[in-house]
């Protein structure tokens, strides 16, 4: 089954009005009365949730899709100070959220059951949630990277079901490859995509084979194309580039030159 690539574009806590409307224009730039000049391949911004409103201003209904970072578990408004409901998302017009970063489960404490529960919640609101999952470098040399991703991905099977990823998307971040500078080998990213694909695969075969499986971990405009042109790396979930324009749309643009539709 051919994957339309997405490239999405984390743009973590970073960020401001004018730095955001420089780097706008500068994606924006690329349309012609908008027109697209990567029709075969969907791009996906995620901003500050401060930014959301500025940004979906800025897009409008164009071809860049707009995404959140986050959200919170629950499904009905109440009281949780500090949360964002994926209902409040929805309504200003993201049509996906990232759930389960590496981040999120090393710096606040989010552990598996908590990122089962906000993909079953962004799914609720009408959200595409993109699970994250991936192993430190400690439990790669340790010869854990697999089992650490069947419990990650597991624990979302096992709350939600396999039908649940017909409208998600995965993504494989080796933490060790976050903003470290290091990126997974070509080899070593379709080894762990391939291993995803299969552990959805035992659950239902269809599913596995249109659930896309982005990669994240140091992507970048010299790499791009060697991690793309991988069978089971269907896009990229970008860091640091997403924050220059010419990165990001040169990623876009190697992903448009290899599409897989």
């Known amino acids: ?55 979906r201003q800025r897009i409008g209904d164009g071809p860049i899709l707009l995404g959140a970072q986050n959200l919170s578990d629950q499904h009905k408004a109440g009281a949780y100070t500090g949360e964002i409901l994926g209902a409040m998302l929805a309504e200003l017009g993201c049509s996906y959220v990232i759930v389960g970063h590496s981040e999120r489960r090393a710096y606040y404490g989010e552990d598996d059951a908590t990122v089962a529960r906000k993909f079953a919640a962004a799914q609720a609101a009408g959200l595409r949630p993109i699970l994250c999952v991936g ?47 290091r990126t997974a080998s070509p080899e070593q990213a379709q080894a762990a995509h391939a291993y995803l694909r299969g552990q959805l695969a035992v659950q239902d075969a269809k599913i596995a084979n249109s659930t896309r ?33 010419a990165e990001f749309l040169a990623i876009c643009a190697a992903a448009q030159a290899l599409n897989k539709t």
Request: include cysteine.
């Open 1 to 55: 089954m051919q994957r339309r690539y997405l490239i999405a574009g984390n743009w973590k806590m970073n960020g401001s009005l004018a730095a955001n409307a420089e780097l706008l224009t500068g994606l924006l730039a690329r349309q012609n009365d908008r027109s697209n000049d990567f029709p075969d391949i969907e791009s996906l911004v995620c901003p500050p949730a401060v930014y959301l409103e500025s940004v």
């Open 213 to 245: 499986i982005l990669y994240g971990g140091s992507v970048k405009a010299d790499n791009a194309a060697a991690l793309l042109c991988c069978a089971d790396v269907d896009g990229g979930l970008i860091g640091g580039a997403s924050l220059k324009a």
């Open 135 to 181: 192993e430190t470098l400690e439990q790669r040399e340790g010869g854990m990277t697999e089992t650490v991703l069947e419990r990650q991905l597991g624990a979302v099977i096992a709350a939600c079901g396999i039908g649940a990823f017909a409208r998600a998307v995965v993504a494989y971040e080796p933490v060790w490859a976050i903003g470290t500078g």
